[in-house]
């Protein structure tokens, strides 16, 4: 069986430097490219002897890479080789240099080379010039170490002189691996601005490539551009990809979007190093001193260790320049010697896109932010199940490796909305990216950053709302080109109740819709009838969202430690007559109650509530946490009922008439448990059937059955394309209401 990760060795820290898979004598280590694009070992638990090597092995278990670093040096050196070898090199030719010393003693030379098709890097080992001229230059993405660490170890062994040149944490697990010192082992750790997916460099030179055949790749190319990070390809056929270091995109996506995660956080980023020697580009020296720059190539140069002195003590004489300067005169240009390199907000887009997209529109959406889905509802509302709502449709998106962010919603008169909105604002921008605040008039400009908007379940398409919201449930801000999906949208009740033209608005913006369907079967009616759209019925999202997203929730809750058994009790709209059916379930089931009211209503429902065992400020991680924890459950909630199902507890439901009764009899019709709901409390006493178990077989069947169709359905009408054309009439009809609710803001304001 392979994982991606080990007990010992966490994905989150490792660097990939493949200490552990040198050192595993079993072969049960293989380093394979993740999703994104970078090396992880992969183990394969029944080869696995249990000898500990790889935790041995690697910098990060115990944090060993401390016990390596050298103390910070004050001063750094500027150093230049001679003209011709400066300009096959990516600055100051230093590793050339200190490579050649090492081979002219008989030694080996093991660093990182291209492979013959450019596609990939690996590190190896040479003993000869013609291996050396290979590890030149700048190889802008993470490098695979394969074997060399044994490699090393053997030359180690023989007696012979090894140069290691790597970015910090390859020299940290190289140390590691061998376990003690060796004498004639030198280091050469480079300026490492983090390290780039494979995969984000195969698809832009691919996609540069056009289907030419690849020569060379050179991201240090002196010949066209002197000193500089321009992106050259050079091709069979003659041409060349030649862009400047400004103008190359590449350039862009190495500076936080295209960077391994463990980069972000690097310990290796420090002028605490790690190598004997570090090397790296003296930019912008001439800021220092103006004679240290002929724009050939400067090196940057540490002396970390008394064996680095002495190794570049052999190849002082052959510099053409070598002066000392204090170190602060580097770090303003090279920040990587003093803090890691800043992961960008967009890197979660780039490596969204990166496969389905290719890089350079990968890069667009890293650098834009666009969102494949605008959530547009109640996700703020002051209710559980609204709320929790919209925590299940998001991870639904989020598992079908889509990227949703959920709208905030303004008033036409530009008041707030409740004090409790704010919290479950900041409990979503816990999971889920959240927009800024827009005026009304402003919720246009949501088109820039998402490819699609889509209404989702509970209440939605209510006449009252338009007063508040206006037509926003309709989706009369998006573009008329955009995709528009309704899943599950709930009317409220049997049909719309609003005016004729309330009606001839919503049917002209829902006729632009591509997708729509809706939670209750009564909503296909009225979408047929009111609006002249056909909908289909779908699954309430919270059905389809795995119940581990629910558990995380649950878990954070101080009620999870419980282990009294009690009754559940969610009561939206509390009366004496739901007070006396709830009494009867108590002494029933001869336990505890504990009571939940309604979120937004709680101080007047408390007033109402008589009977006690109410319990105060309930967050939703309580609320999940209360259902999953109860033996039995009572309530006049829909969403309510709905965790109860998919907590599997058997329930009471007191359907709640005054908030829409149709959502209940869809639901208890589609999962045939009808004899579990009373339309009055007053059926509930001395009535003990109503108590029977719930037949969890029959319901998990059905509930399976209909999350196929409905995350079927979505997963149809979010790939599908959106081959819409443009719509005068909708255009118009947008600009008349963008007109009039500007009028209302004024007004509201006068």
Same mark, same amino acid.
């Given at each position: 069986?392979?994982?991606?990760?080990?007990?010992?060795?966490?994905?989150?820290? %490792?660097?990939?430097?493949?200490?552990?898979?040198?050192?595993?004598?079993?072969?049960?280590?293989?380093?394979?490219?993740?999703?994104?694009?970078?090396?992880?070992?992969?183990?394969?638990?029944?080869?696995?002897?249990?000898?500990?090597?790889?935790?041995?092995?690697?910098?990060?278990?115990?944090?060993?890479?401390?016990? !390596?670093?050298?103390?910070?040096?004050?001063?750094?050196?500027?150093?230049?080789?001679?003209?011709?070898?400066?300009?096959?090199?990516?600055?100051?030719?230093?590793?050339?240099? *200190?490579?050649?010393?090492?081979?002219?003693?008989?030694?080996?030379?093991?660093?990182?080379?291209?492979?013959?098709? $450019?596609?990939?890097?690996?590190?190896?080992?040479?003993?000869?010039?013609?291996?050396?001229?290979?590890?030149?230059?700048?190889?802008?993405? +993470?490098?695979?170490?394969?074997?060399?660490?044994?490699?090393?170890?053997? %030359?180690?062994?023989?007696?012979?002189?090894? !140069?290691? &040149?790597?970015?910090? %944490?390859?020299?940290?697990?190289?140390?590691?691996?061998?376990?003690?010192?060796?004498?004639?082992?030198?280091?050469?750790?480079?300026?490492? /601005?983090?390290?780039? &997916?494979?995969?984000?460099?195969?698809?832009?030179?691919?996609? &540069?490539?056009?289907?030419?055949?690849?020569?060379?790749?050179?991201?240090?190319?002196?010949?066209? /551009?002197?000193?500089?990070?321009?992106?050259?390809?050079?091709?069979?056929?003659?041409?060349?990809?030649?862009?400047?270091?400004?103008?190359?995109?590449?350039?862009?996506?190495?500076?936080?979007?295209?960077?391994?995660?463990?980069?972000?956080?690097?310990?290796?980023?420090?002028?605490?190093?790690?190598?004997?020697?570090?090397?790296?580009?003296?930019?912008?020296?001439?800021?220092?001193?103006?004679?240290?720059? =002929?724009?050939?190539?400067?090196?940057?140069?540490?002396?970390?260790?008394?064996?680095?002195?002495?190794?570049?003590?052999?190849?002082?004489? @052959?510099? #053409?320049?070598?002066?000392?300067?204090?170190?602060?005169?580097?770090?303003?240009?090279?920040?990587?010697?003093?803090?890691?390199? +800043?992961?960008?907000?967009?890197?979660?887009?780039?490596?969204?896109?990166?496969? @389905?997209?290719?890089? /350079?529109?990968?890069?667009?959406?890293?650098?834009?932010?666009?969102?494949?889905?605008?959530?547009?509802?109640?996700?703020?509302?002051?209710?559980?199940?609204?709320?929790?709502?919209? $925590?299940?449709?998001?991870?639904?998106?989020?598992?079908?490796?889509?990227?949703?962010?959920?709208?905030?919603?303004?008033? @036409?008169?530009?008041?707030?909305?409740?004090?409790?909105?704010?919290?479950?604002?900041?409990?979503?921008?816990?999971?889920?990216?959240?927009?800024?605040?827009?005026?009304?008039?402003?919720?246009?400009?949501?088109?820039?950053?998402?490819?699609?908007?889509?209404?989702?379940?509970?209440?939605?398409?209510?006449?009252? $709302?338009?007063?508040?919201?206006? $037509?926003?449930?309709? *989706?009369?801000?998006?573009? =008329?080109?955009?995709?528009?999906?309704?899943?599950?949208?709930?009317?409220?009740?049997?049909?719309?109740?609003?005016?004729?033209?309330?009606?001839?608005?919503?049917?002209?913006?829902?006729?632009?819709?591509?997708?729509? &369907?809706?939670?209750?079967?009564?909503?296909?009616?009225?979408?047929? #009838?009111?609006?002249?759209?056909?909908?289909?019925?779908?699954?309430?999202?919270?059905?389809?969202?795995?119940?581990?997203?629910?558990?995380?929730?649950?878990?954070?809750?101080?009620?999870?430690?419980?282990?009294?058994?009690?009754?559940?009790?969610?009561?939206?709209?509390?009366?004496?007559?739901?007070?006396?059916?709830?009494?009867?379930?108590?002494?029933?089931?001869?336990?505890?109650?504990?009571?939940?009211?309604?979120?937004?209503?709680?101080?007047?429902?408390?007033?109402?509530? #008589?009977?006690?065992?109410?319990?105060?400020?309930?967050?939703?991680?309580?609320?999940?946490?209360?259902?999953?924890?109860?033996?039995?459950?009572?309530?006049?909630?829909? /969403?309510?009922?709905?965790?109860?199902?998919?907590? +599997? #507890?058997?329930?009471?439901?007191?359907?709640?008439?005054?908030?829409?009764?149709?959502?209940?009899?869809?639901?208890?019709?589609? !999962?045939?448990?009808?004899?579990?709901?009373? @339309?009055?409390?007053?059926?509930?006493?001395?009535?003990?059937?109503?108590?029977?178990?719930?037949?969890?077989?029959?319901?998990?069947?059905?509930?399976?059955?209909?999350?196929?169709?409905?995350?079927?359905?979505?997963?149809?009408?979010?790939?599908?394309?959106?081959?819409?054309?443009?719509?005068?009439?909708?255009?118009?009809?947008?600009?008349?209401?963008?007109?009039?609710?500007?009028?209302?803001?004024?007004?509201?304001?006068?």
């Amino acid at each position: 069986m392979l994982r991606i990760e080990h007990e010992v060795i966490k994905k989150h820290i %490792c660097t990939g430097c493949g200490a552990c898979y040198n050192a595993c004598p079993a072969g049960a280590i293989s380093m394979c490219y993740d999703l994104e694009g970078f090396l992880h070992p992969v183990f394969d638990e029944t080869k696995c002897v249990g000898c500990g090597l790889c935790e041995r092995a690697c910098p990060e278990c115990g944090e060993k890479w401390k016990e !390596l670093c050298h103390p910070p040096k004050e001063t750094c050196l500027a150093a230049m080789a001679e003209d011709t070898l400066r300009m096959v090199s990516s600055s100051g030719g230093m590793f050339t240099l *200190l490579a050649l010393s090492v081979l002219e003693m008989g030694g080996s030379v093991c660093g990182a080379v291209y492979a013959d098709d $450019y596609m990939t890097v690996y590190h190896t080992v040479t003993k000869d010039e013609a291996g050396l001229a290979k590890m030149r230059g700048s190889k802008y993405v +993470q490098s695979d170490t394969k074997e060399v660490y044994s490699e090393i170890q053997k %030359c180690l062994e023989e007696g012979r002189e090894v !140069l290691f &040149s790597g970015c910090p %944490c390859q020299t940290a697990g190289l140390y590691t691996f061998l376990g003690k010192p060796y004498e004639k082992l030198y280091t050469v750790d480079l300026v490492c /601005h983090g390290a780039n &997916s494979v995969s984000a460099y195969q698809s832009f030179v691919q996609e &540069s490539a056009k289907g030419r055949r690849i020569k060379e790749v050179n991201f240090r190319d002196k010949s066209r /551009h002197g000193w500089s990070t321009p992106s050259v390809i050079y091709f069979e056929d003659g041409t060349v990809l030649d862009l400047p270091w400004n103008k190359t995109p590449f350039n862009t996506a190495f500076h936080g979007i295209m960077n391994r995660k463990c980069c972000g956080k690097c310990h290796y980023a420090s002028l605490g190093r790690v190598g004997d020697i570090t090397l790296g580009d003296f930019w912008q020296v001439h800021k220092w001193d103006p004679s240290c720059n =002929d724009w050939k190539g400067t090196s940057l140069v540490l002396l970390n260790s008394p064996k680095g002195e002495h190794l570049f003590e052999r190849i002082r004489e @052959k510099l #053409k320049l070598c002066r000392e300067a204090p170190v602060t005169a580097a770090t303003p240009y090279n920040g990587q010697l003093v803090r890691p390199m +800043q992961l960008k907000p967009g890197r979660k887009f780039f490596f969204h896109h990166l496969e @389905k997209d290719g890089f /350079h529109k990968a890069l667009w959406y890293g650098q834009k932010y666009r969102y494949d889905v605008g959530l547009v509802g109640w996700w703020f509302a002051a209710n559980y199940g609204s709320v929790l709502t919209y $925590y299940a449709l998001g991870n639904v998106l989020q598992d079908m490796d889509l990227l949703p962010i959920l709208i905030r919603l303004p008033k @036409k008169d530009g008041t707030g909305w409740e004090k409790i909105t704010e919290e479950n604002i900041s409990f979503m921008s816990r999971y889920f990216p959240i927009s800024r605040e827009r005026k009304f008039e402003e919720l246009g400009e949501c088109n820039r950053f998402c490819d699609a908007f889509m209404t989702g379940s509970d209440q939605l398409w209510v006449s009252s $709302y338009i007063k508040s919201v206006g $037509y926003t449930f309709f *989706l009369d801000f998006v573009d =008329d080109r955009k995709k528009k999906i309704a899943y599950a949208t709930s009317l409220g009740y049997e049909a719309f109740e609003g005016t004729e033209e309330e009606c001839v608005r919503a049917s002209a913006f829902l006729k632009n819709f591509d997708w729509v &369907s809706v939670r209750e079967i009564s909503g296909v009616d009225a979408c047929r #009838k009111s609006f002249g759209v056909e909908a289909v019925r779908m699954l309430d999202p919270v059905f389809l969202c795995e119940r581990g997203h629910y558990d995380i929730l649950a878990d954070a809750s101080a009620h999870t430690q419980e282990k009294e058994e009690y009754l559940l009790c969610y009561i939206l709209d509390p009366t004496p007559e739901k007070e006396r059916a709830i009494q009867y379930v108590q002494e029933k089931l001869g336990i505890l109650k504990k009571v939940i009211l309604d979120m937004k209503t709680y101080d007047k429902s408390r007033e109402i509530w #008589k009977s006690g065992d109410v319990l105060d400020q309930v967050t939703i991680e309580d609320f999940l946490s209360l259902i999953r924890g109860c033996r039995f459950l009572v309530s006049d909630s829909h /969403h309510g009922i709905c965790f109860g199902l998919i907590y +599997q #507890k058997n329930f009471l439901c007191i359907a709640n008439k005054g908030r829409g009764l149709t959502r209940f009899e869809s639901l208890f019709n589609l !999962l045939e448990i009808r004899e579990h709901m009373v @339309k009055e409390a007053e059926e509930i006493p001395d009535n003990e059937e109503l108590l029977r178990e719930v037949n969890y077989e029959k319901v998990n069947t059905i509930l399976e059955r209909e999350k196929k169709v409905s995350l079927g359905w979505l997963q149809e009408a979010l790939e599908s394309p959106c081959e819409k054309q443009y719509d005068a009439t909708l255009y118009l009809l947008r600009k008349i209401n963008e007109l009039e609710n500007l009028m209302d803001g004024r007004k509201a304001k006068e």
